[in-house]
């Protein structure tokens, strides 16, 4: 069945860097755009980035652009997001999520994975 | 950015009740409105694409309807599963933006 899941979230300090993954399975994970939303203890949901499906263009949230960068390696079938510069804001479950063609809607989810940013 | 509101941010209601929860966009975004159900503790899941297109799967008392800028989901009989958080999201242009969300509770 299709699937995602995230991994490589964890503690980190301020200032430093972190990597996640989303091994994506069950479907042509290369014809699909792909994001990755974040949701902050309690709050709601809050999108960070999207890639197109052959890598070619990604968009940024204001909040983490030149900070973060989405990529993707279609051979592996893993979506990746580069964090750095890391803030206490960006405490967070990180959801990546498969793009429905034609749009930017986002129709399967992984389980998530936690990034706790504190010193 | 566009901006989307949602109503109200929560609500009380019984098994069997009907239900309508809005979203409003600060500007025209046709028909590319989408929702999602959460509960504690787990990922959303896409209830309806497109304003008004059900996912495969998802129960028929859930529909949308709407156009440019106000938009509504309706739950037309609560079920125990239904209570949960519920969010618009806009996706006519990046950035995409999501609504505050709707808490429904018993």
């Known amino acids: 069945q299709v699937q995602l899941a995230e991994s490589g979230g964890g503690v980190v300090q301020p200032g430093r860097s972190l990597r996640l993954s989303c091994a994506a399975s069950?479907?042509?994970?290369?014809?699909?755009?792909m994001h990755w939303v974040r949701q902050a203890p309690g709050k709601g949901l809050e999108w960070v980035a999207v890639?197109?499906?052959?890598?070619?263009?990604?968009f940024y949230a204001d909040s983490v652009k030149g900070r973060f960068t989405i990529s993707r390696d279609n051979s592996k079938n893993t979506l990746f997001l580069q964090m750095n510069s890391l803030r206490a804001e960006d405490t967070a479950v990180y959801y990546c999520?498969?793009?429905?063609?034609?749009?930017?809607?986002?129709?399967?989810w992984g389980q998530g994975t936690t990034v706790t940013v504190s010193s | 950015d566009i901006q989307m509101t949602q109503s109200p941010s929560s609500l009380s209601a019984s098994v069997g009740d009907r239900i309508t929860i809005t979203c409003r966009a600060s500007q025209s975004i046709s028909s590319y409105l989408n929702w999602y159900q959460q509960k504690p503790g787990r990922a959303p899941k896409l209830l309806i694409y497109?304003?008004?297109s059900l996912q495969s799967g998802v129960p028929s008392r859930f529909s949308g309807s709407g156009s440019g800028t106000d938009f509504t989901l309706t739950i037309s009989s609560l079920r125990p599963e239904d209570f949960a958080s519920y969010y618009c999201?806009?996706?006519?242009?990046?950035?995409?933006?999501f609504g505050g969300g709707t808490k429904v509770e018993i």
């Open positions: 999201q806009q996706s006519y242009r990046t950035p995409v933006t």
């Open positions: 999520a498969r793009d429905i063609i034609g749009s930017y809607g986002m129709d399967v």
């Open positions: 890639i197109w499906y052959d890598g070619s263009n990604a």
């Open positions: 497109r304003t008004s």
């Open positions: 069950g479907f042509t994970f290369s014809s699909n755009g």
